[in-house]
């Protein structure tokens, strides 16, 4: 009888293209996929909650597949691994019922991005937050940041995907944004029922230009109503977000 | 006049062959006098607190140098970052007595060993901490750091340096040795008055042979004893060692 394995994976993906398979680099999808198969002997199709771009890490991805085989769960994730680079983690893997989709049964995703906000980078951050010397007006950043929670249409806030297509329903809802504190580390929270292609960089680009007076407070709603990626601010770098969580 | 300015320094030692000038390889004392001496347009000699090692951090580093011009501080730190690798910063500068040195007039240093304690290693934490997939006694940890508390002849704990020689007084007095928990993570905090050659690597690579059972608790006072390296525990790896703070 078939059976279904859901995964909880962390990555570093500073060496990756990105989750998703890619022609000219590697996934890490397609890494994880083949080293199951070398433990399973079997071909599987793995599944993820969603592509992450490349550069972009992940604390708490989701992924599935299915098989015949009954595994044994502690083997079966102490030898993935053991085959895994150590920038790739597999952090728990359980049976699920055969309905569980890693992407279309998710309620809605975390991502973090992370910037550090100090006259001097801390060299032990470099690879995993966005670096901005002056000093940010955190209660702007704020006001600034709520102003995209809800149901809004987030096409000017979209890339279209490699395959060259805009997703057929531009509306997500964004639960949450929430501008978290913690000495010079500023931590920005999405939680969204999901992201269109580079969302939330495209966000946090017009966030940035807002907290260093480039934009106002107003342009953020005119830029939700224009409908036009070309209209909002550049994507902020990848090296800075993190998939933190994936709920269902 | 001759003038004497204090640098507070961060690195990340992985891609360093430690900080003072060694044969075949780069060391951040090499690089970042040489940096100096782009901006001054002058030879100058800068003293750190003391070596650390190939692979090991600083957080904390000082350092010294004197010279006869007057520096803008706010500049010269500025150009300083602008021309060191983004792995070093330069965090403070100042100038003060021209009696200060930045390893005589030291009053305690302080290190943390960086532990983290889970089945699976976290991607994110694999180049500054160490991996111990077994659960740790943290009771048993403590009991064994704090028998190296105190006034002790540290010969069993030291390794003779790279120019042949022993330090002439093997006598150190370790003001504390804190275990401090936090979820995972696990860090050792020494401070002493001085540390010898790989110290602290060789402290932590015996109490990582207590908690893995391989030794009594009554072995420490007798390894202290004994004054004989070959009986201690191997060093520590170097990756998961900052140099935190230098006291004055």
Redesign the interface.
């Known amino acids: 009888m078939l059976k279904n394995y859901k995964l909880i994976i962390?990555?570093?993906g500073s060496n990756y293209g990105g989750w998703q398979v890619q022609p000219n680099s590697t996934s890490i999808q397609e890494l994880m996929q083949k080293a199951i198969e070398t433990i399973v002997r079997d071909t599987i199709t793995l599944i993820g909650s969603g592509r992450t771009d490349a550069g972009v890490?992940a604390i708490g991805q989701v992924a599935h597949f299915k098989i015949e085989k009954e595994l044994d769960l502690k083997k079966f994730s102490h030898s993935l691994?053991g085959i895994l680079p150590?920038?790739?983690?597999?952090?728990h893997v359980e049976q699920v019922p055969l309905d569980f989709h890693s992407q279309r049964s998710a309620k809605s995703k975390i991502y973090h991005y992370h910037i550090h906000n100090h006259p001097?980078?801390?060299?032990?951050k470099?690879h995993?937050s966005l670096h901005i010397r002056d000093k940010i007006d955190i209660s702007l950043l704020q006001q600034a940041a709520s102003l995209f929670v809800g149901k809004h249409d987030f096409t000017s806030f979209a890339n279209e995907s490699h395959q060259g297509c805009a997703a057929k329903n531009p509306v997500r809802n964004i639960l949450r944004l929430d501008v978290v504190q913690d000495g010079d580390d500023i931590r920005l929270e999405f939680e969204a029922d999901g992201f269109l292609y580079k969302m939330v960089r495209n966000i946090v680009g017009t966030l940035l230009e807002v907290i260093k007076g480039r934009r106002s407070l107003d342009d953020i709603p005119r830029l939700l109503a224009a409908r036009d990626r070309t209209q909002a601010g550049q994507a902020a770098p990848a090296h800075a977000l993190f998939l933190h969580k994936v709920k269902y």
């Open positions: 962390a990555y570093d890490h691994n150590i920038d790739i983690r597999v952090l001097v980078q801390n060299p032990f470099r995993y």
